[in-house]
C-alpha cells in the first residue's frame, strides 16, 4: 500500500489531490491501494458531488473565513474543520467484493475500525435511520457504510467510482461545534445522532489518532 502523511491543505488543494490521485492510479493501472491523511486550512464546507448550494449564506461563510468547495464523491456536506480526513483509492477487483457497493465500504473501512480498536473506541457499522424532512449535514443521515460508537456517527464516508477503480474518503470527526454548524446548514444538529472523539476521550489527541492510523497504514 502507498502511504502518503498527514498534510493540511485547502479545500480546493485537498480535492485536487484526490482526484489527481484517482486519475494517476487509472492512468498507471495501480494494483495496491493509495492511503491518504489530510486537514483543511481554513475551514471548509464541502458539498456533494450532485447536491444543491442554495442552502448556503457565502456572505456568512466569507465573514468566517470558511470556505466551501464541491467533492467527487456524493452524498451530503460536511464541514471540515476540527477534523482528520481520509482517502483511499484502489482497483475494485483489489477488495473481495468490490464491485459491491456497500460491501466495499465496509472492507474498506475495516481499516479504522481496526485502527480505533487501539485507540479502546469500539466502531460499528450504522444502520439506515430514518430523518425527518431534508437534511444537508452529512453527519445527520446514517447509513450501512458509515461507522458509529454507540449508535452514533463518528466517520462519514462517500465514495466515487471510476474505470473500474475506487475512491472513498470521509471525515473522523475529532470535535464540533454545534452553533457554527447549525448556522451554516440551517438545521438543528441532532447531538444524540453524532459524537466526537474528543466526546468519547478527551484525552485522545488529533496527533494520537494521525500518529496511530499512520502506524497501522505502515
Avoid at 461507522?147 to 464540533?176: M, P, T, V, W
Avoid at 438543528?188 to 492510523?213: A, M
Wanted: hydrophobic share 35%; proline share 2%; charged share 25%.
Amino acid at each position: 500500500m502507498r502511504f502518503i502523511p498527514f498534510e493540511v491543505k485547502t479545500g480546493q488543494e485537498n480535492m485536487q489531490i484526490d482526484s489527481d490521485l484517482l486519475e494517476y492510479a487509472i492512468k498507471n493501472q495501480l494494483k495496491e491501494p493509495i492511503f491518504r491523511l489530510y486537514g483543511w486550512s481554513p475551514a471548509c464546507v464541502s458539498l456533494g458531488r450532485n447536491q444543491k448550494s442554495d442552502f448556503l449564506d457565502l456572505d456568512f461563510l466569507k465573514q468566517n473565513n470558511i470556505d466551501y468547495v464541491r467533492r467527487l464523491t456524493g452524498g451530503r456536506a460536511l464541514l471540515h474543520d476540527n477534523e482528520i480526513t481520509y482517502s483511499y483509492i484502489c482497483p475494485a477487483s483489489f477488495l473481495e467484493n468490490g464491485e459491491n457497493v456497500v460491501n466495499s465500504y465496509k472492507e474498506i473501512s475495516k481499516i479504522l475500525i481496526a485502527a480505533f480498536k487501539k485507540l479502546d473506541i469500539e466502531l460499528d457499522f450504522g444502520g439506515i435511520k430514518k430523518v425527518n424532512g431534508h437534511k444537508d449535514y452529512c453527519m445527520l443521515v446514517s447509513t450501512g457504510a458509515d461507522l458509529c460508537y454507540q449508535n452514533r456517527k463518528l466517520i462519514g464516508s462517500a465514495q466515487f467510482r471510476k474505470e473500474g477503480y475506487i475512491l472513498q474518503h470521509g471525515s473522523i470527526l475529532y470535535d464540533y461545534d454545534k452553533e457554527l454548524l447549525e448556522k451554516i446548514f440551517k438545521e438543528e444538529v441532532d447531538t444524540s445522532s453524532i459524537i466526537s472523539i474528543k466526546e468519547i476521550n478527551s484525552n485522545i489527541t488529533q496527533k494520537d489518532v494521525i500518529d496511530l492510523l499512520s502506524t497501522c497504514i505502515l
